[in-house]
């Protein structure tokens, strides 16, 4: 794997920090499971990069979380690529703690970029889903220079940025090369949070709540409905949103049927989504090391990938 750190000239990115170090390569998001899963849990083992993998960090606006990391290989036929947005309640978390899965759709042999954005502290929403969708458009108008097919590509999040994928697979009316969004414990519906985060709801379900009014410039469903509805996923969907994949555990703070109210929007326009559910509480990253969850989730991508 070659790391460098010259400038990259006319592609008008400018490269600063190299990407994280061996240390961080096993770290993952680090939002909390609220309670241990019974079931096994997968071991991941790092193995090398091939020699034809440069990773280097650029920066895609002039705020200081306004970096990507892109992983992509010299070699071969132009590759599709996986966008990956890590989670944090809106408010915290880096691309750092997605390493490892970077790492691993990297050894696939994808194009891989791992995103960060403006926090709920920076800036208030609409700005994170901004923040993702030029990153992705600045990847693909250097599609060249990261041998990158900028017509194949998908997005994958993690809780909060789920949510942010989600949200970028329902905008507009469908990007242009965006093949599937698949999110893991995502925030799909900030409402619903907001709603089971009240008095009845447990310490994760109140904190969700509180970073859903954070993520809204604190201000509360009623106060600001235009920004509540800019946020909620569902009300977005259209005819040409690319294909969605989302996976809940049963009982976790963020519970399938946030993804069920999706679901029931995009098939109604004819665009299909899957929701998978495993047992336990696990969420986020602990999730997708659960047994089975990353090997499917890399299944349907490779399936929406494919040429």
Request: hydrophobic share 40%; proline share 7%.
């Amino acid at each position: 794997m070659r790391r460098t750190a010259v400038g990259v000239g006319s592609l008008a990115l400018a490269a600063v920090l190299l990407a994280p170090s061996g240390a961080d390569a096993a770290a993952d998001d680090p939002t909390p499971s609220p309670s241990p899963s019974p079931s096994p849990t997968a071991t991941v083992t790092a193995t090398p990069l091939s020699s034809d993998t440069t990773v280097r960090t650029f920066s895609y606006g002039s705020h200081a979380r306004q970096r990507m990391d892109v992983w992509w290989h010299s070699t071969g036929e132009r590759r599709p690529a996986v966008f990956i947005i890590h989670g944090g309640w809106w408010s915290g978390g880096d691309k750092k703690y997605t390493t490892s899965i970077s790492r691993s759709y990297a050894q696939l042999g994808y194009t891989v970029i791992t995103i960060n954005y403006r926090l709920s502290g920076d800036a208030p929403w609409p700005a994170q889903r901004s923040d993702a969708l030029d990153a992705i458009a600045t990847v693909r108008r250097h599609a060249e220079v990261f041998n990158m097919d900028p017509d194949r590509y998908v997005v994958l999040g993690f809780s909060a940025g789920g949510h942010i994928a989600a949200a970028v697979g329902t905008y507009g009316n469908g990007l242009p090369g965006l093949r599937g969004v698949a999110g893991v414990s995502p925030v799909i519906s900030p409402l619903t949070a907001f709603t089971d985060g009240d008095e009845g709801g447990d310490a994760y379900q109140r904190k969700l709540r509180k970073a859903t009014v954070a993520l809204a410039g604190g201000c509360g469903p009623t106060q600001c409905p235009k920004i509540w509805s800019s946020m909620e996923v569902a009300f977005h969907a259209s005819a040409s949103d690319a294909p969605m994949l989302t996976v809940h555990s049963l009982d976790e703070f963020v519970p399938p049927y946030q993804s069920e109210l999706l679901k029931q929007a995009l098939e109604a326009v004819g665009v299909k989504m899957t929701i998978r559910t495993m047992p336990g509480a696990q969420h986020s990253a602990p999730l997708y090391r659960e047994v089975g969850v990353a090997e499917g989730v890399q299944s349907w991508i490779a399936a929406r990938l494919a040429k």
